[in-house]
């Protein structure tokens, strides 16, 4: 008997730990309220961004970049990277000529800082444009049979901007 009076007192508190430990009824997809709204087909739904989505950047395509950010030095101050990863050859430097490289504040940028594709061609000079594994691309201008030659590297993100120039002239 005292077998059965122990196992009725443990039935009744595991009975009360149960009723205590019964979740509480949840509410159905319908009346729980979204952690986030949901979109909208219009743009005032949308959350703004710090960082210009690549549909609001002007030139999207490179190719229309190039062309514009090579004529208009409004556009090549606002897409050059602050700083600018800069290069040159120092011709001067002994025992041979090294490579220089610094990080160029955008105040110290010598506008254009880059010259107009269009007007290569009448200089005698010839560009090359590259697209790297990372997606960057490089234009590449050069004097033929010279040393003389400059290249250019842009990243999207999300717009086109000009992130190193390296001048490789002797």
């Not at 008997?1 to 430990?21: D, F, H, K, T």
């Not at 062309?67 to 120092?90: C, M, R, W």
């Amino acid at each position: 008997m005292r077998r059965n009076r122990s196992a009725a007192v443990l039935v009744l508190a595991c009975g009360v730990a149960l009723v205590a430990c019964t979740p509480e009824p949840q509410a159905t997809p319908t009346e729980a309220a979204p952690a986030r709204p949901a979109p909208s087909s219009t743009a005032a739904a949308v959350q703004p961004t710090p960082v210009l989505a690549s549909s609001e950047c002007p030139y999207p395509q490179f190719d229309a970049f190039l062309k514009h950010f090579g004529n208009e030095i409004t556009l090549q101050e606002k897409a050059t990277a602050d700083p600018l990863l800069d290069s040159y050859v120092d011709a001067e430097a002994e025992p041979e000529p090294r490579k220089v490289e610094s990080r160029l504040a955008l105040a110290d940028v010598e506008w254009p800082v880059m010259p107009d594709p269009a007007a290569l061609a009448g200089q005698g000079r010839e560009m090359q444009v590259s697209t790297l594994a990372d997606g960057q691309r490089q234009v590449q201008i050069r004097t033929p049979d010279s040393s003389d030659q400059q290249t250019y590297t842009f990243a999207q993100s999300p717009c086109w901007t000009l992130v190193k120039r390296e001048d490789e002239s002797i």
